[in-house]
């Protein structure tokens, strides 16, 4: 038993509809953002829901940073109004017959959030040009801003954010997502995000929650629960792994950033960026390559030394691929080869072998 | 002419008196309806509904036993507070505002329907507890088509007879609205007054959806 942390957010949701069953017991940091993933209908929405107690679901137990704001078993609910929340719906629900301040100030007026943190918000989210306009006449990722801002303004303890970025196009999603980081990395208030797209995950969760049809199947820190072999195929298509470095030397010449990590360091097309920047960098499994000496002559510029921790076939017959979780002294990698070259390499838990980057991708 | 003023400005009074009497009423039902579900309420509906689809003389006959001297209402109001209602001005607007509810309740459950319930679970995550999510976002919401079904009630109770010549009768000076004018001085053989009336009626029954039609056609929030 680990002692009880009072800054985490504990949540037991147990509900029964219909041919639905909902079976998730949280355990979240009380910091950073988690991320609830999994298909469409596993249940991501109705979970988030029930923590803001919009839907009361029998049985349900939660307790935010200490505080317990629903028990059932002792019949305590608190409703939606006076949790300390802060929601942003899919579409962000703004009121169309308000201005962008009037939107703002709602929350405000309600949870009492001052000047400064609205001065804050704003800077933050980057809407004080837009106070004056009504939400029609709003593009969709000023909306989203202005939601996130108003959501900020009702003083939360916890943001809930339900598919912020799905109504968005890519450009608009770029343009969100530096909004969310700085959010989350800025107001220090933990946020759980519902999502079924693997890119916002991997760029912006900190911890992940993989559910699947209302039961949580794998919970843990993003890096460690992307290294896991072990988990069934939701995450789907190739994800690999997702690393955080920091920023070193930039090579001027080739225009290469060398980021540390764990283990060693990578050397990253990007642009140059203040040293000691914190980065994350996403590494897919299919670019991962093994060997077992040090290769040279090579056009590859990432070599890690690592240990094979396991292995995962994924097919029982000899003709599909494998996958190979390694530890580069710190830095979990996966490699997805072929069963062929695994069983020609012999490879086996514990073996040292050299991992062969072909290509990292930034993602922020 | 006095005469024709006189009917004029009674059938607005009597016709806004009803339509402001029954709005709280219309609109909390109106939103019951379009947001609650409990058992019985197809009978609500239908009770509700039935003033617009039974004949209005037939609508005006149950009132008649209900307010009459010796109905139940009726009785009870007279010994308690010894009001009298049927053949007085009061049956007019008790007819009129029996007769346009069913359309201000429709409307408003429509105006209440179209406003997005996330809108309400937005003002509920903000800290709006519920009754203050209905006035500060659900009602601003619904306001256009709320009014709309208003002037919609207010048209109908301008135009009321069949009800009204059953409780109120047709007593000069006292319940004669523009409608049952128009009957009367047909009967006394004055189709020249009548026709006047007739006019009077015509317009403001003009005006009233007019402005119905802007609003609702006019949605735009």
Known sequence: MKEPDTSRIVARFHAARGAFRLDADLD????????????????????????????????SFLEVAGEVWQDESRGLFLPAHRRAIGYVFQE??????????????????????GAEAREHAMRLLGIGHLLGRTPRHLSGGERQRVALARALLAAPRLVLLDEPLASLDA??????LPYLESLRDESGIPIVLVSHAV??????????VLLDRGSVVGSGPLGAMLARLDLPDILSNDIGVVVEGVAGDFDDAYRLLRLEVPGGSLRVTHPAVPRGRRMRVQIQSRDVSLCFEQPTGTSIVNLLPARVVSIKHEADAPGGHSLVLLDAA????????????????GLAPDMAVWAQIKAVAVLT | M?????????TLGVALLSTVMILPFGVALGWVLARRRWPGKVLVETLVALPMVIPPVATGLILLKLVGRRGPVGAFLENAFGLEIVFTWRAVVLASAVMSFPLLVRAARVAFEEVDVCMEEAARTLGAGPLDAFWSVTLPLARRGLFAGWVLAFARALGEFGATVMVAGMIPGETITLALGIYHRVQLGQDGAAFGLLMISAALAFGALWLGDRLSGNRAV
Request: some cysteine; hydrophobic content about 40%.
């Open chain 1, 28 to 59: 979240l940091p009380g910091k950073g953002a988690s991320a609830i993933f999994g298909p469409s209908g596993c249940g991501k929405t109705t979970i988030l829901r029930a923590i803001a107690g919009l839907d009361r679901l029998a049985g």
């Open chain 1, 92 to 113: 962000g629900n703004l009121f169309p017959h308000l201005t962008v301040q009037g939107n703002l100030e709602y929350g405000m007026r309600r949870r009492g959030a």
């Open chain 1, 171 to 176: 450009a608009r999603k770029r343009e969100i």
């Open chain 1, 199 to 208: 890119d916002e995950v991997v760029r912006f969760a900190d911890h992940l």
């Open chain 1, 330 to 345: 710190g830095t979990p990698l996966v490699a997805r080869i072929t069963r062929f070259s695994c069983d020609r390499l």
């Open chain 2, 2 to 10: 006095d005469e024709a003023l006189h009917v004029t400005l009674f």
